[in-house]
């Protein structure tokens, strides 16, 4: 299958980008969802946030504030697109958002990230002389991007949408979407908003945190903990491990005791390579990045950012010190 996101390697090599689950829904169906019938076009790789659209509809009018802005006061008939376009609202500004009837096509802006880059438009091509910038969407373009989506997503699940079986003992503090199927067995603790696919089988005696995803037929098992991650399906973390911060891929194991490192000694920000380059991942916490197949030996630590291409796997004891780069065929 041809990359055509390089950047987002080892992720891009076994599946698009828009096929890519966030939060068990592909991204391409997210992307649908949040546009609906606007009219909008967009790019494959946006995550897009329906409050941006709205914005970048026209489709809401910014009325009289007392705080000023820095180069006056709020004028109660702009919009809210002539107030940011081409530049973000600072610190201080605070508009009161009143919602207004729909307006037509032409009077919606391309919607863009933070560097300028079309996320969606109207029409079949963006028109970059009448821009919003996006608040809360922006492109795919690093795997890490990925985790971020996904923490969007969960963390504004509202309600419990239990299908799958919970044991009396396990506790819950948090919202939980339970597929059919799935088994949550004694001594489980749940803690924040936490997402499971289908017929899974979650502990015993493992903490799950917020937020997280974990697809269909996997199992984490005792005394495993999983932090802020985003686990693709049949995908097994057993025993005495910790995830935290990381994108797991289709059909990974992670042997007994495997460690998962998420924070440098410093404090400062990942970086990760990338074609040979360090790109600041802009997260103080970073885990892994595993693709599909990957296998870990018993015992494997992984430094923090590190990336395991599709198909690789560590020896018991394995420190990953470096991004594992080889077998990407049947992983």
């Not at 019938?37 to 489709?59: C, E, K, M, Q």
């Not at 821009?131 to 969407?137: D, L, P």
């Not at 495993?224 to 057993?238: A, D, F, Y």
């Amino acid at each position: 299958m041809p990359d055509a996101t390089p950047d987002c390697r080892p992720l891009s090599l076994t599946r698009r980008i828009e096929d890519f689950p966030i939060g068990n829904i592909p991204l391409s169906v997210h992307q649908r969802e949040a546009i609906g019938n606007t009219g909008f076009g967009y790019h494959p790789h946006a995550w897009i946030d329906p409050r941006d659209l709205a914005v970048a509809r026209g489709g809401f009018e910014v009325g009289r504030d007392r705080s000023p802005q820095r180069s006056g006061e709020w004028n109660e008939n702009a919009s809210a697109h002539e107030m940011s376009e081409n530049h973000d609202m600072d610190d201080h500004s605070q508009p009161i958002l009143a919602d207004r009837p729909e307006v037509g096509p032409c009077q919606s802006a391309t919607l863009v990230d933070a560097t300028g880059e079309p996320l969606a438009w109207h029409g079949e091509a963006p028109d970059l002389k009448r821009t919003v910038t996006a608040a809360h969407s922006f492109i795919i373009r690093h795997p890490w991007d990925l985790l971020r989506a996904n923490e969007l997503y969960v963390s504004q699940l509202a309600e419990n949408l239990i299908e799958g079986d919970v044991h009396p003992s396990a506790v819950i503090e948090g919202v939980i979407h339970v597929g059919a199927g799935t088994r949550i067995l004694p001594g489980v603790f749940i803690e924040g908003n936490v997402l499971i696919g289908g017929n899974c089988k979650i502990g015993p005696n493992c903490h799950l945190r917020g937020n997280t995803s974990i697809g269909d037929s996997c199992h984490i098992g005792q005394s495993v903990e999983i932090k802020n991650s985003l686990i693709l399906s049949k995908t097994n973390v057993g025993h005495l491990s910790y995830v935290g911060d990381s994108v797991l891929g289709e059909n990974v194991n992670f042997g007994a005791g495997t460690m998962v490192s998420n924070l440098r000694h410093d404090g400062k920000n990942h970086r990760s390579a990338v074609d040979g380059a360090l790109i600041d991942t802009g997260r103080r916490k970073f885990g892994c990045i595993a693709g599909d197949g990957v296998h870990t030996g018993i015992n494997t630590s992984i430094y923090p950012g590190r990336k395991l291409w599709p198909g690789t796997s560590t020896r018991p004891g394995e420190i990953v010190s470096k991004d594992l780069q080889s077998p990407i065929s049947n992983p």
